[in-house]
């Protein structure tokens, strides 16, 4: 039989497509199954990892948002610990200041009284002086009848002895 172009074989054709059927099934039961199971557990792996890196991704967000929030807080402490110390050392020099302003007006009154009694010292010696010079100088006159010249002289003599003295306490 020859074959011609336009004529169909059904015989070849009926036997090639229960080949197909047969291998079809064949392919099916032992190929498709495992495979088919092969790749729905590897899409339900894949979709446990998406799951997996949303839930790590979620924890993430979480402890960096934590994170954020303690160094705020740890920046609001140490903002405040600096302002604490800040204000006690301002209290604490204001405190020396204040101290030693107190002292400076102590020794200034202790100062001003000790220059009061020396003062004082100093006037009683000038007065014992002066009255022992006025004794000196009493019996000097006393001794001599003076004229009034020789009385200015006398004074103007005493005076400029007095005056090369030094003044001993």
Do not use: C
Request: charged share 35%; aromatic share 6%.
């Amino acid at each position: 039989m020859e074959m011609e172009l336009g004529a169909i074989r059904w015989g070849d054709m009926i036997y090639s497509l229960l080949m197909f059927i047969v291998l079809f099934l064949l392919l099916r039961r032992y190929a498709f199954g495992p495979l088919m199971g092969v790749m729905e557990k590897r899409a339900k792996q894949i979709e446990e990892d998406l799951e997996h890196a949303k839930q790590n991704r979620a924890e993430a967000e979480k402890l960096l948002e934590q994170q954020r929030a303690e160094l705020a807080q740890a920046k609001q402490d140490a903002k405040t610990i600096l302002d604490n110390a800040r204000t006690t050392s301002e209290k604490q020099a204001d405190e020396i200041i204040r101290t030693a302003k107190e002292e400076v007006e102590q020794y200034k009154s202790v100062a001003r009284k000790e220059i009061e009694r020396e003062k004082e010292k100093a006037i009683e010696a000038l007065r014992q002086e002066m009255g022992k010079l006025s004794v000196l100088l009493a019996s000097k006159v006393i001794e001599k009848e003076l004229d009034p010249q020789q009385q200015q002289q006398l004074i103007d003599d005493y005076l400029k002895e007095v005056g090369t003295k030094k003044w001993v306490q």
